[in-house]
Nanobody, 120 residues
Framework: QVQLVESGGGLVQAGGSLRLSCVAS????????MGWFRQAPGQERELVAR???????????DSVVGRFTISRDNTKTGMYAVVLEMNSLKPDDTAVYYC??????????WGQGTQVTVFS
């Protein structure tokens, strides 16, 4: 089993910034990717950004390119952890953000979610 602990999120005015953090614990040795999805009310869950650990390759949703950046959390030495820096936030970014890891199998794990609300 893998446990994902998310932090960050909150309420911010449009144009502002927020930082999300996710740390994995447990059976993490076969972690392939780590990233963030989001789900707004009445909408499907969608990929926001993802990092592949073996190559440091990143993937972003078109809607966040140039505004969001995902990277390893280098303050968490020896752990699978990522941060998502979100800048120039828009009301359309309002959603519950979920941390996700993909492991050999593939097997997916999800965090409990953290609310991001952007007001104009």
């Amino acid at each position: 089993q893998v446990q994902l602990v998310e932090s960050g999120g909150g309420l911010v005015q449009a144009g502002g910034s927020l930082r999300l953090s996710c740390v994995a614990s447990g059976r993490t040795f076969d972690t392939y990717t780590m990233g963030w999805f989001r789900q707004a009310p009445g909408q499907e869950r969608e990929l926001v950004a993802r990092l592949t650990f073996s190559s440091d390759q990143t993937v972003y949703a078109d809607s966040v390119v140039g505004r969001f950046t995902i990277s390893r959390d280098n303050t968490k030495t020896g752990m699978y952890a990522v941060v998502l820096e979100m800048n120039s936030l828009k009301p359309d970014d309002t959603a519950v953000y979920y941390c996700n890891t993909v492991h050999y199998g593939p097997v997916n794990y999800w965090g409990q979610g953290t609310q991001v609300t952007v007001f104009s």
